[in-house]
């Protein structure tokens, strides 16, 4: 199957380029790369969820914990 990109920025397509560059990969084998990686990341298990909404409830009252920071670093993909 062919797919083609249009109106892609030309600071986007300079950084695919220099990462293709990097990972020694063709433009378009480094594009299917960075596809296919955001769709197999792997799913956290009922056991993992379950630790995590626990330490969550611990850590929710403590006060030395900036939750407004915590958020922010969530939004911005940090954490």
Same mark, same amino acid.
């Given at each position: =199957?062919?797919? &083609?990109?249009?109106?892609?920025? $030309? #600071?986007?397509? %300079?950084?695919?380029?220099?990462?293709?560059?990097?990972? @020694?990969r063709?433009? $378009?084998?480094?594009?299917? %790369?960075?596809?296919? &990686?955001?769709?197999?990341?792997?799913? *956290? #298990?009922?056991?993992?969820? %379950?630790?995590?909404? %626990?330490?969550?409830l611990? /850590? *929710?009252?403590?006060?030395?914990? #900036?939750? !407004?920071? /915590? *958020? @922010?670093?969530? @939004?911005? !993909?940090? =954490?």
């Amino acid at each position: =199957m062919n797919l &083609s990109l249009k109106s892609i920025p $030309n #600071d986007l397509h %300079a950084l695919l380029k220099d990462s293709a560059r990097r990972n @020694r990969r063709s433009l $378009n084998s480094e594009i299917l %790369a960075r596809l296919q &990686s955001q769709f197999t990341v792997p799913v *956290a #298990d009922r056991a993992v969820r %379950a630790r995590v909404r %626990a330490l969550r409830l611990r /850590v *929710a009252d403590l006060p030395w914990v #900036d939750h !407004g920071q /915590v *958020a @922010r670093y969530k @939004r911005q !993909g940090r =954490m």
